[in-house]
Protein backbone atom coordinates (compact mmCIF):
# COMPACT_ATOMS: atom_id res chain seq x y z
CA UNK A 1 0.00 0.00 0.00
CA UNK A 2 2.66 2.47 0.96
CA UNK A 3 5.24 1.60 -1.87
CA UNK A 4 1.90 1.76 -4.39
CA UNK A 5 0.84 5.39 -2.86
CA UNK A 6 4.30 6.53 -3.16
CA UNK A 7 5.31 5.31 -6.80
CA UNK A 8 1.43 7.37 -7.59
CA UNK A 9 2.68 10.11 -6.04
CA UNK A 10 5.48 10.68 -7.88
CA UNK A 11 4.16 9.65 -11.15
CA UNK A 12 1.61 12.49 -10.57
CA UNK A 13 4.15 15.25 -9.57
CA UNK A 14 6.22 14.03 -12.67
CA UNK A 15 3.43 15.12 -14.88
CA UNK A 16 2.02 18.00 -12.76
CA UNK A 17 5.58 19.80 -12.90
CA UNK A 18 4.94 20.91 -16.94
CA UNK A 19 1.84 22.47 -15.27
CA UNK A 20 3.66 24.07 -12.42
CA UNK A 21 6.17 25.54 -14.46
CA UNK A 22 4.44 26.51 -17.82
CA UNK A 23 7.04 24.78 -19.68
CA UNK A 24 9.29 27.71 -18.25
CA UNK A 25 7.45 30.23 -20.19
CA UNK A 26 6.54 32.47 -17.84
CA UNK A 27 9.09 34.96 -16.06
CA UNK A 28 8.82 36.44 -12.97
CA UNK A 29 9.98 40.36 -12.58
CA UNK A 30 9.14 41.51 -9.74
CA UNK A 31 7.34 40.94 -6.40
CA UNK A 32 3.48 41.39 -8.26
CA UNK A 33 4.50 38.72 -11.11
CA UNK A 34 5.41 36.48 -8.02
CA UNK A 35 2.58 36.90 -6.02
CA UNK A 36 0.15 36.79 -8.99
CA UNK A 37 1.76 33.58 -9.83
CA UNK A 38 1.79 31.77 -6.21
CA UNK A 39 -2.11 32.29 -6.06
CA UNK A 40 -3.17 31.29 -9.64
CA UNK A 41 -0.76 28.41 -8.92
CA UNK A 42 -3.11 27.80 -5.87
CA UNK A 43 -6.00 28.71 -7.54
CA UNK A 44 -5.90 27.04 -10.86
CA UNK A 45 -3.59 23.50 -9.65
CA UNK A 46 -3.57 23.00 -6.00
CA UNK A 47 -7.26 23.57 -4.90
CA UNK A 48 -8.88 21.54 -7.98
CA UNK A 49 -6.39 18.42 -7.07
CA UNK A 50 -7.28 18.23 -3.51
CA UNK A 51 -11.10 19.10 -3.77
CA UNK A 52 -10.82 15.78 -6.65
CA UNK A 53 -8.72 13.92 -3.39
CA UNK A 54 -11.33 14.93 -1.22
CA UNK A 55 -14.02 13.62 -2.91
CA UNK A 56 -12.33 10.28 -4.00
CA UNK A 57 -11.92 9.59 -0.30
CA UNK A 58 -15.60 10.74 0.34
CA UNK A 59 -16.93 8.41 -2.22
CA UNK A 60 -14.75 5.27 -1.05
CA UNK A 61 -15.76 5.91 2.29
CA UNK A 62 -19.58 5.28 1.31
CA UNK A 63 -18.74 3.00 -1.18
CA UNK A 64 -17.08 1.01 1.72
CA UNK A 65 -20.27 2.07 4.75
CA UNK A 66 -22.90 0.99 2.22
CA UNK A 67 -21.94 -1.93 -0.36
CA UNK A 68 -18.78 -3.61 1.03
CA UNK A 69 -19.56 -3.06 5.02
CA UNK A 70 -22.95 -3.37 5.00
CA UNK A 71 -22.77 -6.82 7.43
CA UNK A 72 -19.69 -5.84 9.01
CA UNK A 73 -19.17 -3.60 11.88
CA UNK A 74 -15.84 -2.76 12.03
CA UNK A 75 -15.23 -1.80 8.18
CA UNK A 76 -18.52 0.44 8.49
CA UNK A 77 -17.07 2.45 11.54
CA UNK A 78 -13.47 2.88 9.29
CA UNK A 79 -15.27 3.65 6.25
CA UNK A 80 -17.73 6.24 8.73
CA UNK A 81 -14.03 7.70 9.49
CA UNK A 82 -13.27 7.95 6.37
CA UNK A 83 -16.52 9.89 4.62
CA UNK A 84 -15.79 12.24 7.83
CA UNK A 85 -12.43 12.95 6.74
CA UNK A 86 -13.51 13.66 3.28
CA UNK A 87 -16.13 16.16 4.21
CA UNK A 88 -13.40 17.70 6.39
CA UNK A 89 -11.33 17.89 3.35
CA UNK A 90 -14.03 19.83 1.52
CA UNK A 91 -14.49 22.44 4.47
CA UNK A 92 -10.66 23.11 4.46
CA UNK A 93 -10.76 23.64 0.88
CA UNK A 94 -14.15 25.82 0.79
CA UNK A 95 -11.79 27.61 3.79
CA UNK A 96 -8.61 27.95 1.59
CA UNK A 97 -10.36 28.81 -1.35
CA UNK A 98 -12.35 31.95 0.26
CA UNK A 99 -9.24 33.05 1.77
CA UNK A 100 -7.30 33.33 -1.32
CA UNK A 101 -9.98 34.93 -3.07
CA UNK A 102 -10.52 37.43 -0.21
CA UNK A 103 -6.08 38.04 -0.74
CA UNK A 104 -6.77 38.43 -4.39
CA UNK A 105 -9.43 41.07 -4.16
CA UNK A 106 -7.80 43.00 -0.89
CA UNK A 107 -4.26 42.82 -2.28
CA UNK A 108 -4.32 44.08 -5.80
CA UNK A 109 -1.66 41.86 -7.88
CA UNK A 110 -1.74 44.21 -10.92
CA UNK A 111 1.38 45.52 -12.78
CA UNK A 112 -0.25 49.12 -12.34
CA UNK A 113 2.71 51.65 -11.57
CA UNK A 114 1.88 53.78 -7.97
CA UNK A 115 2.63 57.43 -8.50
CA UNK A 116 3.80 58.75 -5.43
CA UNK A 117 2.06 62.32 -4.55
CA UNK A 118 3.86 65.28 -5.33
CA UNK A 119 6.09 67.32 -3.04
CA UNK A 120 4.68 70.92 -2.28
CA UNK A 121 7.19 73.54 -3.48
CA UNK A 122 7.37 76.82 -1.25
Known sequence: MKKTFIQTSLALAVFALPLVSLA????????SDAGSF??????NIIVPVIFSLAFI??????????IIGANNE???E?????MLWGLIG??????VWGLV????????FNNATVTPPAAKTI
Open 57 to 66: VFIYGAFETF
Open 24 to 31: AATSVNNI
Open 38 to 43: IINTIN
Open 90 to 95: FFVMVS
Open 78 to 82: KSKNL
Open 101 to 108: NVLTGTVS
Open 74 to 76: EVK
